[in-house]
């Protein structure tokens, strides 16, 4: 509401209203040190946190979290965490297990969003997360204990979000992905997206963090992300982007930040990226894409949360019982593999006796290794909630 003249400001734009001058003056920002006190550096507006040194002050956890989420909403929309992985021997070992579910699917997954497949182009294994829980329990469970994905994702999420994750090898002359904005609106038409008010469409940034584990090194040749910091503060962004003056823009001014194996880099999934084009002769540049969604959004994969807790729960078990995860990694790998939401359910067999909410599949999971039971008990007790959520 426009206070000094009292009339209703407009909740619906046309893609026509897009205006490039106004896009031009929200990306000609810089982000500054004395903005991110925390961080290790700022590299082409890209703030960059050091992973070793978060670990090392877990008292200072909510100051990075404070600063991680200014960056995403209010800053140039990026951050990279450098040692993301403290060991990267688990960043191999899952690597392997891409490469085995890649030969078992051909090696090429169908229908990259924003860029073309093909044995020049990008690889792609679509619900990784579910598929490399099935195929390595144990490396799985060792990947996603990562502590630094908790810090990360309840920064711009708070509790109990949702991880889905793929595949991404772009192969040496693999082309550039075409600059987008990423789910929910950002997988819309112009003429769907038009259909939501603006408040809505500046709300799909927040139900979900973009993100991409390094399993190689990415120097600059070999495509990392574009990324055009400040981006997301663009209100009609999701409309805009399929612009081609905006795509112009984009290319003009996007920048690139090379990462190691083991660094991460993370973005408001209102910001205008793309994968970059691998220009190298014999180089497969290869990174895990997480896509972490706030447990009141519908995530992007259909991933069968029971069916993963059910079959790492063993190597679950028998960390507990050799006490060798810290309650940080305890709390990553059980938020990461259930569902944290009490609903929806079905309110008359899954009824909230203790609370305000019935039990959780992560309380669950919880309740069970806290307490001890057999990987049948549990199981056992994982179908009963199922059966009374109307699973």
């Not at 060991?87 to 990259?112: C, H, P, R, W």
């Not at 049948?376 to 199922?386: P, S, T």
Request: glycine share 6%.
């Amino acid at each position: 509401m426009n206070q000094s003249t009292n009339v209703a400001q407009p909740s619906f734009f046309a893609s026509s209203d897009t205006q490039l001058d106004n896009f031009h003056t929200l990306c000609h920002q810089t982000a500054h040190t004395g903005q991110y006190p925390l961080a290790h550096a700022i590299t082409n507006n890209v703030v960059i946190y050091d992973g070793e040194v978060i670990r090392q002050h877990p008292e200072k956890s909510r100051d990075f979290q404070n600063e991680m989420a200014s960056a995403l909403r209010d800053g140039p929309g990026v951050f990279a965490v450098k040692r993301f992985f403290q060991d990267t021997q688990v960043i191999d070992e899952m690597s392997q297990v891409f490469e085995d579910i890649l030969e078992s699917e051909k090696g090429y997954g169908a229908g990259d969003h924003f860029g073309k497949t093909g044995p020049q182009a990008n690889g792609r294994i679509w619900n990784v997360f579910q598929k490399s829980a099935i195929a390595a329990p144990s490396n799985f469970v060792e990947y996603y204990k990562n502590p630094l994905l908790s810090l990360v994702s309840e920064a711009w999420l708070g509790p109990h979000y949702q991880v889905t994750a793929q595949v991404n090898i772009v192969r040496p002359g693999g082309e550039a992905q075409v600059s987008h904005r990423d789910y929910h609106l950002g997988f819309q038409q112009p003429d769907e997206t038009v259909r939501y008010p603006l408040h809505i469409q500046q709300m799909s940034s927040m139900l979900t963090l973009q993100g991409a584990v390094a399993h190689t090194n990415m120097p600059i040749e070999s495509g990392p992300t574009k990324l055009l910091p400040f981006s997301q503060l663009y209100p009609l962004g999701y409309v805009a982007y399929h612009d081609d003056a905006f795509k112009a823009y984009f290319e003009q001014h996007c920048v690139q930040v090379p990462l190691e194996k083991g660094d991460a880099v993370f973005f408001n999934p209102a910001l205008f990226h793309a994968a970059g084009a691998n220009k190298t002769q014999d180089f497969h540049r290869s990174a895990n894409l997480l896509q972490v969604s706030s447990t009141f959004a519908k995530p992007m994969e259909t991933v069968d949360l029971a069916d993963i807790s059910q079959v790492i729960y063993p190597y679950l078990r028998q960390a507990w019982e050799n006490n060798s995860f810290s309650d940080a990694e305890k709390a990553a790998i059980i938020t990461a593999a259930t569902d944290g939401y009490s609903f929806p359910t079905n309110l008359d067999t899954d009824p909230p006796i203790d609370g305000l909410a019935p039990e959780s599949m992560e309380s669950l999971l919880h309740r069970a290794l806290n307490s001890e039971w057999s990987h049948g008990e549990y199981r056992d007790a994982l179908k009963e909630l199922q059966s009374k959520q109307g699973a």
